[in-house]
């Protein structure tokens, strides 16, 4: 076999190529997970998407807060439900929502988008 050949090995995990003095190996496209309608991916847990009865909800901030991002979601009887915390003055702008526990529940930020 002259020195300019190609070979592809076990189905496709890797393509190498020989020219004189190179060697270039093609990395397989990456496999990206499938998903359906009948296969939903949560990303908030059901319990904080779904109620049996509509509950109303208020957004609540002190004024002399009102750029610092934080503010709680209050139900008609006055019980906090959620809170938010977060900067707004960051580049991403990142708040994390947390049940009246003080959970977690989800981070929310701003994606940066730099064009190239």
């Known amino acids: 076999m002259d020195q300019s050949h190609s070979a592809l090995t076990l189905a496709n995990t890797h393509i190498t190529t ?3 003095n190179l060697l270039i190996i093609l990395a397989p496209p990456p496999i990206t997970p499938v998903v359906t309608q009948s296969t939903p991916v949560p990303i908030i847990r059901a319990e904080y998407c779904a109620s049996a009865d509509p509950v109303d909800l208020a957004i609540v901030k002190e004024i002399l807060k009102i750029f610092d991002g934080n503010f709680e979601v209050k139900d008609s009887e006055d019980k906090i439900i959620f809170r ?23 981070t929310i930020r701003r994606k940066v988008w730099f064009p190239l």
């Open 18 to 20: 020989h020219v004189p």
């Open 84 to 106: 938010v915390k977060g900067d707004l003055v960051t580049l991403h702008c990142r708040r994390v929502l947390y049940d009246a526990a003080g959970n977690p529940i989800v």
